[in-house]
T-cell receptor
Framework: AQSVTQPDIHITVSEGASLELRCNYS??????LFWYVQSPGQGLQLLLK??????LVQGIKGFEAEFKRSQSSFNLRKPSVHWSDAAEYFC????????????FGTGTLLAVQP | SAVISQKPSRDICQRGTSLTIQCQVD?????MFWYRQQPGQSLTLIAT?????????ESGFVIDKFPISRPNLTFSTLTVSNMSPEDSSIYLC???????????FGSGTRLTVV
């Protein structure tokens, strides 16, 4: 069965520092991979997605993620964090096709220190 | 990408009552998905709704508790029936955007059952 693991429940970084949020997935074929961000009291906003092709994916707000098949990972990165990036981040995997549901990780809550 | 209007945005309900959540999309979509996000938890898929057929429920969710309607290709409702405090969650609808552009989420309904 598909699964997604986000090992870090909570991360605190200083503003201007770099960020990497980890995501590992379990899936038998090439998955569809997503990163979403949820600000307090808000819905989910898609940051980026990977379906195929170039394994380094650029997203909105300066985020990027790299798909590494050998490590079953899809880590999210940002070179310089802004205070407005404080939110919860969810990694998700989907398999597309007739059953298009997403399986979400448990989320990583990002705090940004001034 | 599609724009989803979800309402109500929040509600406080008495136990034993029911609440119907509406999800309106600005374009026609084949599948609509309903998720639940319990406090401090990740998102869990409740069911998938196709127009013209009964919704498909995930393990642990039943139609009597979460009846879903899908009268056309732009609209769906989720009812949370006979509510208890354990139903206090954020409920989100989602659609898959055609052309492998990803999944869009509504802003969610924050339900508190007292």
């Amino acid at each position: 069965a598909q699964s997604v693991t986000q090992p870090d429940i909570h991360i605190t970084v200083s503003e201007g520092a770099s960020l990497e949020l980890r995501c590992n997935y379990s899936y038998g074929a090439t998955p569809y991979l997503f990163w979403y961000v949820q600000s307090p009291g808000q819905g989910l906003q898609l940051l980026l997605k990977y379906f195929s092709g170039d394994t380094l994916v650029q997203g909105i707000k300066g985020f990027e993620a790299e798909f590494k098949r050998s490590q079953s990972s899809f880590n999210l990165r940002k070179p310089s964090v802004h205070w407005s990036d404080a939110a919860e981040y969810f990694c998700a995997v989907g398999k597309g096709g007739a059953t298009n549901k997403l399986i979400f990780g448990t989320g990583t809550l990002l705090a940004v220190q001034p | 990408s599609a724009v989803i209007s979800q309402k109500p945005s929040r509600d406080i309900c008495q136990r034993g009552t029911s609440l119907t959540i509406q999800c309106q999309v600005d374009s026609q979509v084949t599948m609509m998905f309903w998720y639940r996000q319990q406090p401090g938890q990740s998102l869990t898929l409740i069911a998938t709704a196709n127009q013209g057929s009964e919704a498909t429920y995930e393990s642990g969710f039943v139609i009597d508790k979460f009846p879903i309607s899908r009268p056309n290709l732009t609209f769906s409702t989720l009812t949370v029936s006979n509510m208890s405090p354990e139903d206090s969650s954020i409920y989100l609808c989602s659609v898959e955007v055609q052309g492998a552009a990803g999944y869009t989420f509504g802003s969610g309904t924050r339900l508190t059952v007292v």
